[in-house]
């Protein structure tokens, strides 16, 4: 290429958006939409209030951060484990459980495969519900977890409401999957529509966490 040439983007004629560049402007007005709906409650606090720090993580994938931040609010926001297993998650929500945060708030991912009632039902060939070893018998501590809901935390007389939800648009096979509303182009619909899942997040919601 001549010395003097400037490579594309930045000059010659104006090529026609790919595919991509147009689910990336239209998911970028639909996420604007959304924040502007009315109603939402202010973050900032009273005058002179010390922040709230939350902390979060996710795809720790059976690994144990051993430098995690300190914050006021742990959160969690997907795949624990690798495969899915009693074992995994249970080692995970342990190590989620001993972190000095004041509160700890789980999410599962599409990983977490045990955690999906209705994924296990329908692999009854994978190693998940067993005796002794199944979702119910997982010990938590007091580690919140939430699955398409959200929790109000007091922090130091503050209010803070969090929605999580582990739902993702299907990729393969794994956990808390939904088929995908805009394949197989891509792109969204015209009107502007959008998963349903989103019209339970309650408007006056601090922090939200989900894929849907």
Same mark, same amino acid.
């Given at each position: ?9 930045? !000059? ?62 742990? !959160? ?19 190590? &989620? ?22 994924? !296990? ?24 977890? &939430?699955?398409?809901?959200? !929790?109000? &935390? ?23 999957? $939904?088929?995908?509303? $805009? ?29 849907v």
């Open positions: 290429m001549p010395a003097n040439t400037i490579s594309r983007p930045f !000059v010659g004629q104006a090529q026609k958006k790919s595919v991509a560049e147009k689910l990336a402007t239209r998911l970028y007005d639909l996420a604007r939409r959304l924040d502007d709906r009315p109603a939402c409650r202010p973050t900032t606090g009273q005058p002179g209030a010390t922040p709230v720090r939350i902390v979060c993580i996710s795809d720790t994938h059976n690994t144990s951060p051993s430098d995690l931040p300190m914050g006021d609010i742990l !959160v969690h926001a997907g795949d624990l484990s690798q495969f899915g297993t009693f074992a995994e998650i249970q080692a995970q929500l342990s190590w &989620l459980a001993s972190q000095p945060h004041p509160h700890k708030i789980a999410i599962a991912g599409n990983h977490d495969l045990l955690l999906d009632a209705a994924f !296990v039902a329908a692999h009854p060939d994978r190693e998940l519900d067993r005796p002794g070893k199944a979702r119910g018998d997982l010990e938590w501590g007091d580690v919140r977890y &939430l699955e398409h809901e959200d !929790v109000d &935390l007091t922090v130091r007389d503050r209010s803070v409401r969090i929605f999580g939800s582990p739902w993702t648009p299907r990729c393969g096979t794994w956990a808390f999957q $939904y088929e995908d509303a $805009y394949a197989p182009s891509g792109i969204p619909p015209e009107d502007g529509s959008i998963h349903p899942g989103y019209l339970r997040i309650a408007i006056m919601t601090d922090v939200r966490r989900g894929n």
